[in-house]
T-cell receptor, first 109, second 111 residues
């Protein structure tokens, strides 16, 4: 079965609303990495988070290893936040990332 | 600078012909990775170099080759392209197999 599941698959917000993106995984992990991708753009690393909570501007990442889940919170969303958000647990001692299918976010003005 | 570069950005290849994709980074990272991404699928690890040691995933072992002539460069080589190789190929690098930084990708189309 799929090792990494992201929810929701897609999300539409009005500008200013908050978003909570979820990532659940069945594999063991050493850390969690969250990425952002614009259509046609590169994967941009948002967070590298082994555990606990990290903040970066309007973004917050929380990883709970024991519960095999991670979340990405976006506060006061802006139209420029639109794109795809991918989570990827980093597994084993090889640094291998196992990706989810992503959450596609659309923020409307 | 966390830039990973990939060349070319777009590649058109004929079935049965070889393909060579190039990746470079100037961050002195010890590990370089190649992922394959197809539409509506998650990116999938093909292989990685840790320093000079190549590690290939079991299910793609025979399909892809790679070389790393120096710390900064890594190539992905397909000896005989098939239609199933059409995909986006993503290169990434990291230090000590921690946070990975990705390049823009090479879109390969095999006809």
């Amino acid at each position: 079965g799929q090792q990494v599941q992201q929810s929701p698959a897609s999300l539409v917000l009005q500008e200013g609303e908050n978003a909570e993106l979820q990532c659940n995984f069945s594999t063991s992990l050493n850390s969690m990495q969250w990425f952002y991708q614009r259509p046609g753009g590169s994967l941009v690393s948002l967070f590298y988070n082994p555990s606990g909570t990290k903040h970066s501007g309007r973004l917050t990442s929380t990883t709970v290893i024991k519960e095999r889940r991670s979340s990405l919170h976006i506060s006061s969303s802006q139209t420029t936040d639109s794109g795809t958000y991918l989570c990827a647990p980093l597994t084993g001692n090889t640094g291998k990332l196992i990706f989810g299918l992503g959450t596609t976010l659309q923020v409307q003005p | 600078d966390t830039t990973v570069k990939q060349n070319p950005r777009y590649k058109l290849a004929r079935v049965g012909k070889p393909v060579n994709l190039i990746c470079s980074q100037t961050m002195n990272h010890d590990t370089m990775y190649w992922y394959q991404k197809k539409p509506n699928q998650a990116p999938k690890l093909l292989l990685f170099y840790y320093d000079k040691i190549l590690n290939r995933e079991a299910d793609t072992f025979e399909k892809f080759q790679s070389s790393r002539p120096n710390n900064s460069f890594c190539s992905l080589y397909i000896g005989s392209a098939g239609l199933e190789y059409s995909a986006m190929y993503l290169c990434a690098s990291s230090r000590d197999r921690y946070e990975q930084y990705f390049g823009p990708g090479t879109r390969l189309t095999v006809l």
